[in-house]
Each structure stands twice: as structure tokens, then as C-alpha cells.
DNA sequence: TCATAACCGAGACGGTACGTCTCGTCTTGGG
DNA sequence: CCCAAGACGAGACGTACCGTCTCGGTTATGA
């Protein structure tokens, strides 16, 4: 009976506006302080607004850190697949120094003890980047930059577990030094011997 | 100013009921539900004790966590450091197939979300395995069978940053196959050239 | 900035529940063991909700008492100011012997803890009972049964003073014999002399 | 079996440390914001002493109480009973218009919702001056000051209620004037008549 | 002279209530 | 039907005191 075209129309200011202040309130605050509460007095909204269009702080704030952070960190795309991966992990590292990386070691942490934001991070924010690295090594192997019989599943958690690991343990920082060591070491095993063989 | 020697001594058993009372309700209810208030009831306990000797939630949850996990897993003494770094972390990736892993999950959730606890977990929980693969890698040099210019921190991340990221994200499981692969690329990686000369 | 036409309005029912509860409470177990914790519970009724409209216990004990005292005693209006005011004062006496008596020196007891309170018990309950007073007396000025100099606050505090410390003090039970002396004391203090010399 | 007359005494220099940072904190912050820990800490003595000496806070508050406006308000001893009772009333309203006056309206107040305060109140407070009251109005009755047959009690509340009144209602300050208003009327209605006629 | 008993400070402890904060739901009036 | 404002029941937060209880150490007899 309800007509799903009568009745005045979603306002997408609003929405703007509360994913807005998430993310001012993420950066000030970080997560794990961030409140329903405060982000709808940020916003000049009601709290039903939010809790209309979400369910819960953790979708929230995933929406607002993914619009921040662009769907993946693009890889660039030139005719050598080696650089592009370290390209992209450079600036990835990058984004990590910065608040950006606050909002993600506290969005990892929560997930430990939430199943729903598991699942949220891992399809809206993994997932893409999986899949976007899969594509650039599946390149590589066809360009022959790359052994064709690699476990893709190994590459990437060689290739990113380090830097998460570093960003979640502080007992380091993430800087570019130790980044290009871990990614030349990982890339050059994957690398076909008869590379190395020519250069010798 | 104040005399330890002076006042009533603290009682152990009331520590211990805290502790007990708060890995209960971490198994039961999940760390963000986890309540002090709930803490204190379950314990029998008034909030004030509680409060007088941890700052948080966190750094309570880190310290009932750290009683479950048992000491730093062994590496075996052999005369080949690499033979005892695989059997290592086929053993410590066992270990994380299990409970153990779950709690380490935990403790690295939140040490996301306050410094002291990540102090906590860095000096109690990690420092002494960090030190103690070290000591293998340091081994291996000196036995020749590592590069003697080896990062030690890259090449800490490399081994086990993949198994925390595979943990913590949940994206695949822990297996022995992966786990050997990773490894594999790593020591090689590490592993002076002139030995492959010598295979040719 | 806050425009009182917007937001769910107050709900009376809420209030009214707070109110009695108090009021149960305060019967019960006195206003010293009365927590505004016990009043959120018996009411059903938020904490937040009670302090969003009383700053403190004393307000919500006086606003409840408030309610349980009648409206001014009024003074009945004879040719004779000072029969007027004698009627008047047994009437008190009378009232004040009851439970009105108990509730009006919760009242000034509540009054002498925080300045919110006592001016809801000068504005809600003496003033208007002062003013009345000072219709009378200026009635038996205007009459000439009264000398026409005399000060308004030092008869009423002779009027009325002895009564209240008498219920306050708990000394003396406030009755008729005491009241009748007291007041024809007063009453003849301010009565002109000419009348005393007509005697002679 | 245990002899009271064994064991280390009591130290006095405690019993007045305590008594001391009573009186301060009773002036800085009130009789109802007292706390017996902050009396602890202020007099740097343990809390145990405190109980150990004083069933609560009430009675601890009139000790110190008492010790500060002395058994009474002592009567100067002339040969008018009259200038007698004048000046004391007007010692006793500028006593009460200081900070005694505060704590004294706060044990009334308290009175009201404990019988225990009211009872060591009369006891120890309003007794010993009404009874000296008593002999001054008996000294002057056998002068010939004051009439015979006057009812001690009605005059006890003419001559203070007004006083307690006006303080503990704070409608009106206690000045000199109206005290001295108040009590010329009552002192005049209890002095025999013959003086007045031997005036005219 | 020296054991004994009470005194004393410090402060841990189980509790209760405080006053504040946020949650998620609801009601209201106005687009 | 959307929205801002904000009342509401619920309940945890971290703090302050309560009154009781060890502690270790300190006097002051009286045996």
C-alpha cells in the first residue's frame, strides 16, 4: 500500500553532512570515543537521522573512513608490474603514517571482539585491495616479471602483513626504508631465476 | 611521601578474583561488552578496587589475557638456525590455530585503543619473542647460513607479520602449507648466493 | 538559540511519577537516606531525567513537599484585626500539630543546605503567607487597634518565630495555652496606649 | 581481664588535631559537605581514630561546634536583668550573624531529618542556654523587674524563635535594630505595670 | 626491664550513591 | 515521508565517602 515514491525524499546534504563530521570526530577522537551522539550535535542532525540510515557506530564509521580512503589506493598501471607493486606500497605506507592509519589499527581492533565490523572491514576495505593486488601479480606473471606458479594468498600477506603488523605493534615506525627492504626482498623471490641467472 | 612499608597490604586473593572475573566475562560476553561494573559484581569486588590499581578496561583485559598465554614458544637448538625457525613457527602456528590465537587476536585489539596496554603487551608479551628469534637469527649469521647484512626487523615482520595479519583478518586460515611457503621465500631470501652458486 | 516549540515535549506523567516517589521516600526513610537513585527506581524513571529538571535532591524534596501543604491559611476578616489574627494563629498551631507541621520543617530543614531551595520555599510557601499577615496588620492600623509605627518584620517574626522554633526544637509541644499567652503578649505590645488609659 | 588501666593512653594532641580541622572545614565548605575522610586527612590522622572516639558526624560537629561558641553565650551578670538579657541577645545575633550562625542553621537543618543530631543539639546546645535564660528571668522576677507569673517557656520562644527564625528563613538580616525592637516589646510586656503608671 | 595492651598512621577493601554520558527509541512540529 | 530537536528509560562511567579491616610501629604502664 505504501507508495516507496510518496513522502519527501532522502536529503543527500544530510548525509554529507554526518559523514562529515564522522570523519572530523574519527580524527579528533578516534574511534573508539567516537559517539552517535556527538557526531549528530556535529552534524546539526537528529540522532534517528543516523540511526535511519545506519545500524551501528562501527558501518558509520567504515562508510566515512572508505570515502576518505578512496575504495582502493590505486595501483598505477605502467608496463612494469614490479614497480607499480612498490609504487603502491609506498604510498600505501604513506597513508598509514597519518590519521588514516590510527582509524584503521582502531577499526582492526574492534573487529577482534565484533563480527559484524569484521566482516564490514573486511568486505569494504580488504577485500577491493586483495583483489586489486591480485590483478597487478597476475599481470606480472603474464609479462613474466613473475614466477607463474606463486600462492597469490602468500604474496599478499608477505607483501602487507609486515606493514600492518609493524602499524598494529608500534614497535617500529612504517617508514620507507624498511618498507622497500621487505617488498625487494618478497618481490625478488618471486622474480624467475633465469633473471638472475642472465645477470650473472 | 607515601611509606610502602605503611597501611593494610594488599590482598592477593582479591587480585586474582578480579583477574578470574574478567577472563569469564571476556569468554562469556566479548571485550567491548565487558564492563567494569560487571567486573566488580562477578568478582565480588567494589569498582574503587579495581579502578585503584588499573587505569582501564584495556589494561585489565590485558592482564587477565596475558595470564592465559603460556611463555615464549622454544626454538629448538639444532645446528641449522633455519631448521629451527621452521620448526618454530610450524609450532607457534599451531598454537595460534587454537585458543591462544584467539586470545593474541584480543590483546592486539586492545592494545589499539591505549598506550599503556600496548606497553603492557609489547614488554610482557611480544618483547621476549621478538628477542628470542633474534637470538636465532643472530645464530645463523655467525653459522653462515643467513647474509651477515640482514635487517633483523624487516626480516622479524616477514616471518611473522603474515601469520598476525592471517589471524587478525580472518581471511584465510593458518595452514602449515601457506606458513611453509612464506617461510621458505623468506629464509631463502636471506640465504648468501654463494650457496646457490655451489647448487649450479 | 533553543526553540522551545521543537523536541518531544515534557511528559507530565514522568514528572508527577517523580514526585510521588519522592514523596513515599522521603515518608519512608527521610530525606538523609533519600538518593535520587532510589527516586529514579521507584519512579521508573531515568536518572538523567531527574536531573535534567532539579539541580539537586533538596529542589525535588522541596518541589514534593510544596505539593503536600494546602494553600495558604487564610485569615478570617472580622471588624476585629486582632481576633482576626488570634483565629488565625490557633488555626496554625492546629495545622502545624498535624502532618503539615512535620512536612513544613523538612522544609526549612532542606532549605538551610543550598539557596535554589530556600528561595522555592520563600517564593512558593512564606511569601505569600507574610503578605497575608500584612493585610491584617494594616487592617488594625487603619482601624487604630494597632499603633500605626510599628515594624511589619519584627511582629511577624514575634507572631510566628515562636511557633516555628517550637516545632523546629522540639523543646515544648505547640500547644493552645502557650500560643493564646504569647500572642496576647505581642498583640498587647502593639496595642496604642490611650486604650490602656480609657481603662484606668 | 583486660585492665582498662593498661596500654598506652590517649593523645590529647590527636583529639584536638581532629577537633581543629573540623572547625576549619566546617567554616570552608559547611556542616553538609563535611566528610569524615576529609577531616582524616586534613588533621592527618587516621579515619579508624575518628571512629574510634565519635559515633559520627554529627556528634563529632558539635563537639567541635560547642568548643568554638563556648557552653553559652555567657550572661554578663549586672544588677538590671533587663540590660542583662539585652546584651546578650545582641552578643548572641552578632555570633549569629557570622559563620556559627551558618553551621548552626545547618545542625537545625540536619535536626530535622535525624533525631540523633536533634537530640545531642538540645542537649548539649539549646539546654544550657535555656536554663541560663531561665535564672536570668528568675533573677529579675525577684528584682521586681519582671512580673511574677510569666511563663518561662512562652518567653524563652518570644525572645529567641524570632532570632532563629529570621536566620534560619533568611527573609531579613539579623541586625541590631529589630533585635532590639523585638525585645523592648517583649521586655515591656513582662514588666509590671506599676513602673508604668509611676511614670506617667 | 620488658611484655603487654591500647593507640595511632596509613590505606586496602566491599559497598552505595553520586552526577555525567551515551545508547537506542520515542514524540512533536514543521517542511 | 523526511528531518531537527530533544525527552525518555536504561545503565555504565569514574569519583567520593562510608564504615570496617589489617598492617607495622609507638608509647606507657605494671608484673
Given at each position: 500500500?505504501?507508495?516507496?515514491?510518496?513522502?519527501?525524499?532522502?536529503?543527500?546534504?544530510?548525509?554529507d553532512?554526518?559523514?562529515?563530521?564522522?570523519?572530523?570526530?574519527?580524527?579528533?577522537?578516534?574511534?573508539?570515543?567516537?559517539?552517535?551522539?556527538?557526531?549528530?550535535?556535529?552534524?546539526?542532525?537528529?540522532?534517528a537521522?543516523?540511526?535511519?540510515?545506519?545500524p551501528n557506530k562501527?558501518?558509520?564509521?567504515?562508510?566515512?573512513?572508505?570515502?576518505?580512503?578512496?575504495?582502493?589506493?590505486?595501483?598505477?598501471?605502467?608496463?612494469?608490474?614490479r614497480?607499480?607493486?612498490?609504487?603502491?606500497?609506498?604510498?600505501?605506507?604513506?597513508?598509514?603514517?597519518?590519521?588514516?592509519?590510527?582509524?584503521?589499527?582502531?577499526?582492526?581492533?574492534?573487529?577482534?571482539?565484533?563480527?559484524?565490523?569484521?566482516?564490514?572491514?573486511?568486505?569494504?576495505?580488504?577485500?577491493?585491495?586483495?583483489n586489486?593486488a591480485?590483478?597487478?601479480?597476475?599481470?606480472?606473471?603474464?609479462?613474466?616479471?613473475?614466477?607463474?606458479?606463486?600462492?597469490?594468498?602468500?604474496i599478499?600477506?608477505?607483501?602487507?602483513?609486515?606493514?600492518?603488523?609493524?602499524?598494529?605493534?608500534?614497535?617500529?615506525?612504517?617508514?620507507?626504508?624498511?618498507?622497500?627492504?621487505?617488498?625487494?626482498?618478497?618481490?625478488?623471490?618471486?622474480?624467475?631465476?633465469?633473471?638472475?641467472?642472465?645477470?650473472?
Amino acid at each position: 500500500m505504501p507508495d516507496p515514491a510518496t513522502g519527501r525524499r532522502r536529503n543527500p546534504a544530510t548525509h554529507d553532512a554526518i559523514l562529515d563530521a564522522t570523519c572530523v570526530l574519527l580524527d579528533e577522537i578516534g574511534f573508539d570515543k567516537l559517539s552517535l551522539e556527538g557526531v549528530a550535535a556535529r552534524a546539526g542532525v537528529g540522532k534517528a537521522t543516523i540511526y535511519r540510515w545506519w545500524p551501528n557506530k562501527s558501518s558509520l564509521a567504515m562508510e566515512a573512513l572508505l570515502r576518505e580512503v578512496g575504495p582502493t589506493v590505486a595501483f598505477p598501471e605502467t608496463e612494469s608490474a614490479r614497480h607499480d607493486i612498490e609504487n603502491q606500497i609506498r604510498k600505501l605506507a604513506k597513508l598509514y603514517r597519518g590519521k588514516t592509519g590510527r582509524v584503521v589499527c582502531e577499526m582492526i581492533g574492534l573487529s577482534q571482539f565484533d563480527a559484524e565490523t569484521m566482516r564490514l572491514f573486511n568486505d569494504n576495505f580488504l577485500d577491493p585491495r586483495r583483489n586489486a593486488a591480485k590483478q597487478v601479480l597476475l599481470r606480472g606473471i603474464q609479462n613474466g616479471e613473475f614466477k607463474p606458479d606463486l600462492d597469490f594468498d602468500v604474496i599478499f600477506d608477505l607483501l602487507y602483513g609486515p606493514i600492518i603488523q609493524r602499524m598494529l605493534m608500534r614497535h617500529a615506525g612504517i617508514d620507507e626504508r624498511h618498507i622497500d627492504l621487505h617488498v625487494a626482498l618478497v618481490l625478488d623471490g618471486i622474480t624467475p631465476a633465469k633473471t638472475n641467472i642472465e645477470l650473472i
